[in-house]
């Protein structure tokens, strides 16, 4: 079995420059960094995770605690993550954290202090305050990606400022009626990402001077969006336009409107939040924020934090309109 003296004699280094330059610390040239592991990849010698550990102190692994493991956004977030902790050696392990109590509770005081991780990557989870208190408890490096929590570094799009844009983008249009379908908690806000983007619409609409926006309720899904678009369309008096706070739930609207013979966007306009992949094939105008790119910047946050022993900075996330052919003037 090839071992790291056979690594070190492959390129004509010694073991400790070997375990240097795979485990990316310490100082060294980047030419013996790449002889290096030219060696080791051609004697196939992989580094012990158990042995890296005893030795570093750190397990060379990320947790990453999503509330959904089905949905588009996250799935593009996560492969921006492995795309910057892979090259640096570090594995991923997801804990799902749902609304349920026990399972939370789980999450929170069993799988994370096991010591299987080095550092937390905290995506889009409206955490209760003893929530915060127990992961801040656990004493790693965490970065948040969307709304969290204050006390947690985050990084973070401006919802309300990203829903006042769609808006504007319709009001400019010259539409009205405009309604928004998503999901909103009573009062504040907070850090909630579905309130923001329901409070940034509101906003934008009392001061385009239209007192009582028009809103239907629904779960960030295209079903959810088809029902609540249906709704809405078939009201007496229907909107001109919809801001979706999905790209997903945007496309159930654009699916409502074909069934009731509504031609896009002659007689409806729809707008969503995201950039997916398919929002070109379905010509959706959409706020694009990049969700890949989220990802690989949390990867960074959180290296850096572990690596240079730093917390990490709260960090704005950019944002942007792209215009297509499903929004348009009132016909």
Partial sequence: MTGIDDVAR???????????????RGRISDATRVRVRAA???LGYVVSSAASS???GRTANIGVVVPLLDRWFFANVLDGIASRLAPRGY??????????PDQRAGVLDVSLRRGRVDGLIVLSLALSENEVDRLLSLGLPIVGLGATSGRLPVLRVDD????RLATEHLLGLGHRRIAHIGFSLDGDPGFDIPSLRRHGFDAAMTDAGVATPLFAPADFTIDDGHRAAGALLDAADPPTAIFAASDEMAFGALFAARERGLDVPRDLSVIGVDGHEMSGFFGLTTIAQFPHAQGERAGE???RAIEEGTDAADQTLPFELVRRSSTAPPG
């Fill in 301 to 303: 946050a959180v290296l």
């Fill in 10 to 24: 492959a390129a004509g280094v010694s073991a400790a420059t070997v375990s240097r330059a795979l485990s990316g």
């Fill in 54 to 56: 005893l030795a570093t």
């Fill in 91 to 100: 594995d991923i392990t997801l804990y799902s954290m749902s609304d349920d």
């Fill in 40 to 42: 080791a990849a051609e």
């Fill in 160 to 163: 309300s400022a990203l829903a």
